[in-house]
């Protein structure tokens, strides 16, 4: 399994980004895909999830309405649209496959399993 996050970078609060989540290894479109971050000096915080066939998602709080999460089961690849940008926003932003396939959206990290090396949002005027 290998998960390669990308489309990080620096944004102005209210600013909006694309990350992206390149899967391989495994049968993406039979997997739900979860997007969690690390802000520094604190632990990974779990941030959205998408079932397999992306017909359904789930957001923490502290990003709904202002995050989507989307797939593209033909590219292997996952998506989150941030907008509305704001410096709490700042940390290092991950994806993981869930541990079993299906057709649910688990919410919980530890249902989570193979995480990428991760792509750094900086929210910062």
């Known amino acids: 399994v290998q998960l390669v996050e990308s489309g990080g970078g620096l944004a102005q609060p209210g600013g909006s980004l694309r990350l992206s989540c390149a899967a391989s290894?495994?049968?993406?479109?039979?997997?739900?895909m979860s997007w969690a971050r690390q802000a520094p000096g604190k632990g990974l915080e779990w941030v959205s999830a998408?079932?397999?066939?992306?017909?359904?998602?789930s957001y923490a709080d502290s990003v709904t309405d202002r995050f989507t999460v989307s797939r593209d089961n033909a590219k292997n690849t996952l998506y989150l649209q941030m907008n509305s940008l704001k410096p709490e926003d700042t940390a290092l932003y991950y994806c993981?496959?869930?541990?079993?396939?299906?057709?649910?959206?688990?919410?919980?990290?530890?249902?989570?399993?193979?995480w990428g090396q991760g792509t750094q949002v900086t929210v910062s005027s």
């Open positions: 998408v079932n397999s066939v992306g017909s359904d998602a």
């Open positions: 993981a496959k869930a541990r079993e396939g299906g057709w649910g959206t688990p919410i919980l990290l530890q249902e989570y399993e193979d």
């Open positions: 290894g495994f049968t993406f479109s039979t997997y739900a």
